[in-house]
């Protein structure tokens, strides 16, 4: 009998490794755009026909390739980017894998022109179907233009799969969005069809989301930053009055790579909560750094699904990124929690509010910064006014103001009600905190904080505490340790014992056994606690530990500082425990409840 295995020719592998890399135009799109910018370009044009299916073309002003190279670039796994597995982890280029060139020209015709600032001539190859039609000695700028005509040509089944021409081009635009939103340095134009679909000068982030989803963007968008250990973030989200039936403008991007990313989308939408009508989505921008060695962009062909080590943390991070900005500028989360607590309250009804809109307004001699102008509360480092200001009703704030102003100038601030809640003033009405859930919420921020910088202070203990551990314990203790360490605890193990030495300063020595003892407890019903999520495990435990408890009795000066510190924080309504913190009481409900 025969052999019957034989080695399939490279041009059937390339068209089969294409059917992978490039399932329709704006495939192409994005590689030889990607490429452009890995080739340090900082400009180039894409010009498009027939959506794509007739040709594609990207010209750059990048590096250029020699003579060779362009041969081996067309080759598969040939690349420049990468020598060794090794290097699959620290990727700071586009591509890597060395298909994209080699499989588009499996299916299509494709003439490139490239010249190195070195060479005096450039040179000009023509491939079809994997096979080379020629190379010769030509005239043409620095840089390189691959031009990608009858793309499938020879794979009927394929070209027949493509949608409409209106289809392949929103493919086409959104690929080329992405590129550009997180290349605002590069200058890039986009022809379609011989006229100008997009001009984009290199400007900044903000300008270049502008000049690509129109000027009136730029007043919508609220800035984000969060600098951690973890990862750098910023970007932008758009205010919650713009969001959108649809899901196009959210972004985001890592280590300057477009990913989805359905778990980080669901961080973003539970910071928005409560803040968009039913069936709209939040639109966000948001850049994150991380290391390389910390995720895996391998993971699929087209590269837009990344994994993260610390999926986790992340997550935290950027909700409570967003939760903190919304809360910053003027976004308002709805406060009625009396009312219907499942109740979303729209924010596009602004300009014509249902009666029954909850008003919250602050009072402003409350204010301990005192720069409240006439009806306009500036955000300013403590989010106690800026968590109002957005809910101000516009119809008749003066006469309000004036009214209210009057009615609460001499009133106490604040006073404590059943040694169980502190009770405040607000413009419209009251504002009833829990004590013990708004210091759990105050603590557990501090904590986290402490642990992503590690910067907490510890007070040195004059005695030592030892406490005695279970084998378990000890087991338990050594993944705790370090994140018990960036908290402020100095504690090691001696023999079976634990030594604390050291406790962060706003603890206080006489908690300690009990709080050891909480930790140790919750943590072994926990049995396994993923060491993603142990450092919020533990913030958790110790803001429940170490909290003010209802029964206690606190100073005016105390209850002060509770509430500015509660207000001070990036989530100021519900506890670590997700139970609410405050109410308020309106005058409306007041007076409902006289009736
Ligand atoms: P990859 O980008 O994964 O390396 P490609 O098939 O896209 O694989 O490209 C192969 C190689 O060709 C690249 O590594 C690069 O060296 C070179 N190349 C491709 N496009 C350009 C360009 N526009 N300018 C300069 N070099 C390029
Ligand atoms: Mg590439």
């Known amino acids: 009998m025969d052999d019957i295995i034989s080695l399939l020719p490279d041009h059937v592998a390339n068209q089969i490794a294409a059917g992978e890399v490039i399932q329709r135009p704006a495939s192409v799109v994005k590689e030889l755009l990607e490429n452009a910018i890995d080739a340090k370009a900082s400009e180039i044009q894409l010009l498009v026909n027939g959506a794509g299916k007739t040709n594609i073309q990207v010209i750059d002003n990048g590096i250029g390739m020699s003579i060779n190279d362009v041969r081996l670039a067309?080759?598969?796994?040939a690349t420049s980017k990468i020598k060794s597995a090794d290097d699959l982890f620290s990727i700071t280029s586009k591509g890597f894998r060395g298909e994209a060139l080699a499989s588009i020209a499996a299916i299509s015709h494709v003439q490139v022109y490239t010249k190195r600032e070195v060479d005096e001539m450039a040179t000009c190859l023509k491939i079809s179907g994997s096979e080379v039609q020629?190379?010769?000695?030509?005239v043409a700028p620095k840089g390189t233009s691959i031009a990608v005509k009858n793309l499938f040509y020879n794979v009927p089944a394929r070209r027949n799969f493509l949608k409409s021409d209106k289809v392949e081009l929103r493919h086409i635009i959104d690929e080329f969005h992405r590129v550009a939103l997180i290349h605002p340095e590069v200058k890039l134009t986009f022809m379609n069809n011989g006229s100008e679909l997009f001009e984009l000068p290199a400007v900044n982030y903000r300008k270049r989301i502008a000049n690509i989803f129109g000027n009136k963007i730029e007043e919508k968008l609220i800035p984000v930053e969060e600098m951690t250990t973890l990862a750098g973030i910023e970007g932008f989200i758009v205010k919650p009055e713009f969001a959108k039936k649809s899901r196009?403008?959210?972004?985001?991007?890592?280590?300057?790579?477009?990913?989805?990313?359905?778990?980080?989308?669901?961080?973003?939408?539970?910071?928005?909560?409560?803040?968009?009508?039913?069936?709209?989505?939040?639109?966000?921008?948001?850049?994150?750094?991380?290391?390389?060695?910390?995720?895996?962009?391998?993971?699929?062909?087209t590269k837009t699904e990344v994994k993260f080590e610390e999926e986790q943390n992340l997550y935290a991070i950027?909700?409570?990124?967003?939760?903190?900005?919304?809360?910053?500028?003027?976004?308002?989360?709805?406060?009625?929690?009396?009312?219907?607590?499942?109740?979303?309250?729209?924010?596009?009804?602004?300009?014509?509010?249902p009666s029954n809109l909850p008003s919250v307004e602050m009072d402003s001699s409350f204010n301990p910064f005192n720069n409240h102008e006439k009806g306009i509360i500036k955000a300013s480092k403590n989010n106690w006014e800026s968590l109002y200001s957005g809910l101000e009703i516009k119809n008749e704030p003066d006469k309000r103001?004036?009214?209210?102003?009057?009615?609460?100038?001499?009133?106490?601030?604040?006073?404590?009600?059943?040694?169980?809640?502190i009770v405040t003033t607000i413009r419209s009405g009251l504002l009833v905190i829990d004590q013990q859930r708004a210091h759990q919420r105050v603590l557990y921020e501090k904590l986290l904080t402490s642990i992503t910088k590690r910067d907490m202070v510890s007070q040195q203990l004059i005695f030592p505490m030892?406490?005695?551990?279970?084998?378990?314990?000890?087991?338990?203790?050594?993944?705790?340790?370090?994140?018990?360490?960036?908290?402020?605890?100095?504690?090691?193990?001696?023999?079976n014992?634990?030594?604390i030495s050291g406790i962060p300063a706003f603890c206080n020595d006489k908690q300690l056994g009990q709080l050891f003892e909480d930790i140790f407890s919750l943590i072994d019903d926990h049995e396994?606690?993923?060491?993603?999520?142990?450092?919020?495990?533990?913030?958790?435990?110790?803001?429940?530990?170490?909290?003010?408890?209802?029964?206690?009795?606190?100073?005016?000066?105390?209850?002060?500082?509770?509430?500015?510190?509660l207000f001070a924080c990036k989530d100021t309504l519900t506890c670590p425990f997700n139970r609410k913190i405050f109410i308020t009481l309106d005058k409306e409900e007041l007076e409902k409840k006289l009736d």
């Open 74 to 77: 067309f080759e598969r796994h």
């Open 134 to 138: 020629g190379q010769e000695v030509s």
């Open 401 to 421: 103001d004036e009214e209210l102003k009057l009615a609460f100038d001499e009133t106490p601030k604040v006073f404590q009600l059943l040694r169980k809640f």
């Open 318 to 353: 950027i909700k409570s990124m967003v939760r903190h900005s919304l809360g910053m500028f003027q976004a308002t989360p709805v406060l009625d929690f009396e009312r219907d607590p499942s109740l979303d309250i729209p924010y596009g009804l602004q300009q014509n509010p």
């Open 497 to 499: 014992n634990l030594l």
């Open 466 to 495: 030892e406490i005695e551990l279970t084998n378990q314990q000890i087991a338990l203790f050594g993944e705790l340790e370090a994140n018990l360490n960036a908290m402020g605890f100095l504690v090691k193990l001696q023999d």
């Open 248 to 301: 196009g403008q959210q972004f985001f991007f890592v280590n300057k790579r477009y990913i989805k990313s359905p778990f980080l989308n669901h961080a973003v939408n539970s910071a928005f909560q409560g803040m968009l009508r039913d069936q709209f989505h939040p639109g966000y921008f948001i850049f994150i750094q991380i290391d390389p060695k910390t995720i895996d962009i391998n993971i699929h062909p």
């Open 528 to 565: 396994q606690v993923e060491s993603f999520s142990q450092s919020d495990y533990i913030a958790k435990i110790l803001s429940k530990s170490l909290s003010i408890k209802a029964n206690m009795t606190l100073t005016v000066e105390e209850q002060q500082a509770l509430v500015d510190d």
